[in-house]
């Protein structure tokens, strides 16, 4: 069972369009991050949000949380060939306890 | 300077036989874990580790052992390895800091099992 699901699985947009990834699920978090990974590496967190309906902006990137605390969206304001990678949502169930997203590969066409 | 280290980075053996991946962290985190990434790029997590003792075992199947000596090493063993253990194997270490704790992980060990 997937406890969260991520859509769009895949998305390729072109240079300076702006999209919305979703993070869904029926669970409750403590809190929810937000990663980025590239070809051959590791994942690398974005952001982290805790509080429901908490909204951080990291440059073109908008992160919000939802009021009840189990999903959360990702929105890209003029995407840009560099944004080009895997988006992970990842959700706190516990102390040292993740749950990553089902992913969304996102391809930014110049 | 790497903060998550792992070794080797790929790897490819044939099934039945036995494998370590080590990792390491300079970071001074007290939790590591051991996460495994399918070829549908779905991340999960296998072990969880907090000053050298187990906290999370996530139902994953006792041919993978891991052994922590101490917390800045977190290995993982496979016994008699199965073509379905082919994935990427990452290692990632946090430190706990109250909710959303950054968890930063290696560049990952590919293996694949022939």
């Known amino acids: 069972t997937q406890l969260l699901e991520q859509s769009p699985q895949f998305l390729s947009i072109q240079e300076g369009e702006n999209l919305t990834v979703y993070c869904n699920s029926s669970?409750?978090?403590?809190?929810l991050q937000w990663y980025r990974q590239e070809p051959g590496e590791g994942p690398v967190l974005l952001v982290t949000?805790?509080?429901?309906?908490e909204v951080k902006k990291l440059k073109r990137l908008t992160f919000q949380f939802g009021d009840a605390r189990k999903d959360s969206s990702l929105h890209i304001t003029a995407a840009q060939p560099g944004d080009t990678g895997l988006y992970l949502c990842a959700g706190e169930r516990g102390t040292y306890k993740y749950i990553f997203g089902t992913g969304t590969r996102l391809k930014v066409l110049a | 300077d790497t903060a998550v280290s792992q070794t080797p980075k790929y790897l490819v053996t044939q099934m039945g036989n036995d494998k370590s991946i080590k990792c390491e962290q300079n970071l001074g985190h007290d939790t590591m874990y051991w996460y495994k990434q399918d070829s549908k790029k779905f991340l999960k997590i296998m072990f969880s580790y907090n000053n050298k003792e187990l906290i999370i075992n996530e139902t994953v199947p006792n041919r993978f052992s891991p052994k922590s000596p101490d917390k800045a090493h977190l290995n993982l063993h496979i016994n008699s390895l199965e073509l379905g253990d082919s994935a990427v194997y990452f290692c990632a270490s946090s430190q706990l800091q109250g909710a959303g704790n950054t968890i930063y992980f290696g560049e990952g060990s590919w293996l694949t099992v022939v």
């Open positions: 669970s409750v978090f403590s809190s």
């Open positions: 949000v805790v509080t429901g309906g």
